[in-house]
């Protein structure tokens, strides 16, 4: 399917279209994020514009920018010793924009912009999220680890799988 869309890092005007995008995906994937909807959905929006100004979020947007389609973000680790080491999180595409290009196109941005700030990235992908491991493994992620009860949501324990992508050969 052939489909034009333009990826841009998201700026505090996106906070709208962020906060609506990102519930959404909170609620029909309660696994496939480390947060929960219930925690954000009564958030201000105020606290959405702080989420985009305070790490760097990426947005995939159709229909010459006029409806955000996708998201992800870099979010760097504070500690000294830790600032080497980013994350790729939030991910979420919306079902019109899969198999486009545009979940690909994303995770690039991230991984353009994480190079300049970062020595690795890494990630925590569901099990079942085939299609997300794929993605994650055809720019160079491999998985190191699986978290047994990373996630309990309903009583219900799921695990994670965990990626990482080094830019530079480790010594």
């Known amino acids: 399917m052939s489909m034009s869309f333009t990826i841009r890092r998201l700026t505090a005007a996106d906070a709208q279209a962020y906060r609506d995008i990102r519930l959404e995906g909170l609620s029909r994937h309660p696994d496939g994020f480390g947060s929960?909807?219930?925690?954000?959905a009564g958030q201000p929006l105020a606290w959405f514009e702080q989420r985009i100004v305070n790490s760097a979020v990426f947005g995939g947007f159709l229909n010459n920018e006029s409806e955000l389609a996708g998201v992800t973000g870099l979010v760097v680790q504070q500690g000294a010793k830790q600032r080497h080491k980013g994350a790729l999180v939030g991910m979420y595409v919306r079902p019109a924009a899969r198999r486009t290009g545009l979940?690909?196109?994303l995770v690039q941005a991230v991984l353009?912009?994480?190079r300049t700030v970062v020595e690795e990235v890494q990630l925590t992908v569901a099990p079942h999220n085939e299609a997300a491991q794929r993605l994650y493994r055809s720019v160079g992620f491999v998985e190191y680890a699986r978290e047994p009860r990373s996630l309990k949501i309903?009583?219900?324990y799921h695990e994670s799988v965990l990626m990482t992508l080094p830019f530079d050969p480790m010594v």
């Not at 929960?36 to 954000?40: K, L, M, R, T, V």
Request: hydrophobic share 50%; glycine share 8%.
């Open 36 to 40: 929960a909807w219930e925690d954000e």
């Open 112 to 114: 353009i912009h994480a």
């Open 154 to 156: 309903d009583g219900k």
């Open 103 to 105: 979940a690909l196109a």
